[in-house]
């Protein structure tokens, strides 16, 4: 069976509590529009982002990045099966709900066998490859500052194409996917750190 023959329904987004410690504080309106370009364009991403991670999987395979590519693969295509999950603060499972850190945490835990730390402010502190914008990656993860306090706040992961998944804010609807293009992100974007890269795998999850 294809590796990415396993995407779930979509399912309806869900209104959890606002999280406090790593959320999308977009403003109102922006995010009731960035909601319904969500639910009626989320089955065309998929589409498109399935031969993305296909062509991740095709690239890493008979040389030294094969393992990372697998396990880029495998962890992005649970994240999309997970579209829809309701945001929790402090959730890091499918039965609880995710926070921005607990999805980030829980696909590199259960896709990659990799225990990040477990704040975003631990994460993009993390020792290993700083990743230009214009050098992302499927995989990478990213960091914002969308609180406007000049320190993180919020994580997510590089899909391709400028797009990111994450677990947004409770009107965000949980788990979804957004452009770094759209203003917001684009302004608030901090930085990128690339943890599956082939020799980094004894210090990815040390802090400094």
């Known amino acids: 069976m294809p590796m990415l023959k396993r995407f779930a329904p979509l399912v309806p987004m869900s209104f959890v509590l606002l999280l406090a410690a790593c959320a999308s504080h977009s403003p109102e309106s ?3 529009q960035a909601a319904v370009a969500q639910a009626t364009g989320n ?3 998929i589409g498109h982002h ?5 062509g991740v ?3 890493g395979a ?3 990045s094969g393992d990372s590519s697998g396990r880029v693969s495998g962890i992005l295509d649970r994240a999309f099966a997970l579209i829809g999950t309701p945001y929790r603060f402090g959730g890091r499972s499918e039965q609880t709900g995710f926070d921005c850190s607990g999805f980030v945490g829980y696909l590199f835990r259960e896709e990659a066998g990799i225990n990040l730390p477990r704040s975003t402010r631990e994460m993009i502190n993390m020792d290993v490859p700083l990743v230009s914008k214009d050098d ?3 995989g990478d993860l990213i960091f914002f500052n969308n609180r406007g306090r000049g320190r993180v706040s919020h994580a997510g992961i590089y899909i391709g194409d400028g797009q990111f998944i994450h677990s947004a804010s409770r009107r965000g609807g949980g788990v979804r996917v957004d452009s770094l293009d759209e203003s917001y992100w684009r302004l608030s974007y901090m930085e990128a750190k690339r943890v599956l890269e082939p020799g980094y795998e004894a210090r ?4 400094r």
């Open 62 to 64: 008979g040389n030294d």
């Open 43 to 45: 089955a065309i991403q």
């Open 204 to 207: 990815q999850t040390v802090s």
């Open 50 to 54: 399935k031969a993305t991670l296909a």
């Open 57 to 59: 999987a095709d690239e």
């Open 30 to 32: 922006q995010l009731d």
């Open 136 to 138: 992302l990656q499927p």
